[in-house]
């Protein structure tokens, strides 16, 4: 209960200090402008490259999403922390974009190898420093990121925000503007896909 009331406090200050950090971004302060908005770059970019498939199309809906969440900043009311906001939007911009162009589930090698940063299922890869065994895990890396391309965006999204980004599904929820139960069921259905696709390949 104690190692709890400590976590509580230690989210609570976080979340006050994100609060002060906005405060002075609405005044036009450009340190706490970019400490917002750059420090979840990377995340986002993920967010919206899980919906779009497309290292372009990706980069424009991140743009497109910090411009509309720094015209909104004032909406912010503190109730979920700043990333998660921000990622909301983010994603609600990706989804515009593919419904827009309505592009097909489409990505490079390069692209999904830079994205998913090494990210496999635990008990796949023997991480060894052997050549064969290096060998093998990339085909099976290779293999897995076929098997999330393949994914139903629904799920996809779900999936890359739970287990590779690491938001809560709490935090999910909101992003996607879904049940948390709906979050649960999606991750699931996504996890039973990809074992069983995996299973067939390898």
Known sequence: MG?????A????????????LVQRALTGDRGSQDR???????????AAFAVLRNREDAEDAVQDGLYNAYTKLRSFQGR?????WL????????????R?????????????????????????????????????ATEINRLFDEEIRRLP??????FQLREVDGF???????????????????LFRARRKLTYELRGSI
């Open 80 to 84: 979920s922390s700043f990333s998660t």
């Open 87 to 98: 990622t909301r939007i983010v994603i609600n911009s990706a989804l515009m974009t593919r």
């Open 36 to 46: 917002l908005f750059t420090a979840h770059a990377a995340r986002l970019y993920r």
């Open 153 to 158: 965006v629904t799920l996809r999204v779900a």
């Open 168 to 186: 809560s599904t709490k935090e999910s929820s909101r992003m996607l503007g879904i049940l948390e139960s709906s979050v649960k069921t999606r």
């Open 3 to 7: 190692t709890q009331n400590r976590l």
């Open 100 to 136: 827009r162009k309505r592009i097909g589930v489409e990505a490079s090698l390069d692209e999904i190898l830079e994205n998913q940063q090494g990210w496999l299922p635990d008990g796949i890869v023997d991480r060894r420093p052997d050549p064969e065994e290096a060998c093998g």
């Open 9 to 20: 406090k230690l989210d609570a200050r976080s979340l006050g200090e994100e609060w002060a």
